[in-house]
């Protein structure tokens, strides 16, 4: 099992900036960024896979597209996530979660938790208006 720490959250205001990160014990397959809203189902935000080639593909869920980016070490240890324009609706748990190396799956199961076997503790983000 894969032990995975998340770090970088916070307060900030509306409009701001915030970079989470995630470390992991090993390498890993494919990794994704969840959040979890009070009172809400956790859901998915951004995911990260690279092929054999180390061609990488990201997927983002649309309300976050353009704002939020995802990106990993050249070792695949250490998964990033950029928050830029940060919305009050953004205010959630943070969750970062991988699965073993497999084929890649498409943006709709990339961004299930489903999708995923190994989760971190999760990082409180709050974004005040």
């Known amino acids: 099992q894969v032990r995975l720490v998340e770090s970088g959250g916070g307060s900030v205001q509306s409009g701001g900036s915030l970079k989470l990160s995630c470390g992991t014990s090993g390498y890993i397959g494919c990794m994704g960024w969840f959040r979890q809203a009070p009172g809400k189902e956790r859901e998915g935000v951004a995911s990260?896979?690279?092929?054999?080639?180390?061609?990488?593909?990201?997927d983002y869920a649309d309300s976050v597209k353009g704002r939020f980016a995802i990106s990993r070490d050249r070792y695949k240890t250490t998964l990033s996530l950029q928050m830029n324009s940060l919305k009050p609706e953004d205010t959630a748990v943070y969750y970062c979660a991988t699965r073993p190396p497999g084929r890649r799956m498409t943006a709709t199961q990339a961004l299930a938790v489903s999708s995923y076997g190994d989760w971190g503790q999760g990082t409180q983000v709050t974004v005040s208006s």
């Open positions: 990260i896979y690279s092929d054999r080639a180390n061609a990488i593909y990201a």
